[in-house]
């Protein structure tokens, strides 16, 4: 199956279990500076809005990125990252609790690519394996993160090598998800 369509499904779980819980979309703090065309509905008394994820038009892609990095990135990376504007989705997998970063607009995917450049330079720099973050852990220092040489998806302390896999590839990764 698809990333595209994997992360499409793994939203509408997430959408589905968010709503029998809460009788509610997805929540997100509300900030006018920083809208999202997934926003529904109006902002409540405690200063949220409401999201349902929607496609990126046009898709959005990381290939300019690998290149000016000179990497090749995995396959499925565009696809988590360019598909959808969405917010984070909270899940579980292999026992950790993650949370799977989203787009949220185009100035979001500008950002992210940012923080990506970052995150490869800094690996370079420490003489580790490149990674690309994909999501976050309970632990502040503990990051979701794709090998960019072998496209598994692992555990890493920020600054360290990478230290437990948590699925072969992004489809696995995805498809392995708990929401």
């Not at 369509?5 to 968010?18: A, E, M, V």
């Not at 709503?19 to 405690?46: A, F, Y």
């Not at 852990?137 to 990478?162: I, P």
Request: glycine share 6%; net charge negative; proline share 3%.
């Amino acid at each position: 199956m698809s990333v595209v369509l994997q992360l499409t499904q793994l939203h509408q779980r997430f959408n589905d279990k968010t709503l029998k819980n809460t009788q509610k979309h997805p929540l997100m703090v509300h900030d006018e500076q920083w809208p999202s065309p997934c926003e529904i509905g109006n902002v409540d008394q405690q200063g949220n809005i409401q999201w349902q994820a929607v496609l990126q038009q046009p898709a959005g892609s990381l290939n300019d990125l690998a290149k000016a990095l000179d990497v090749t990135f995995p396959s499925g990376l565009n696809a988590l990252y360019g598909h959808m504007y969405g917010g984070n989705i909270q899940a579980s997998i292999d026992g950790h609790q993650v949370e799977l970063l989203q787009v949220w607009n185009s100035d979001d995917f500008d950002l992210l690519q940012q923080n990506i450049t970052g995150h490869v330079l800094m690996k370079r720099k420490l003489k580790q394996p490149e990674t690309v973050f994909i999501g976050l852990t309970a632990q502040d220092d503990l990051l979701v993160c794709v090998l960019l040489h072998s496209g598994e998806v692992c555990l890493e302390y920020v600054g360290k090598k990478t230290h437990h896999v948590l699925a072969a590839n992004i489809e696995e990764f995805l498809q392995a998800l708990e929401v």
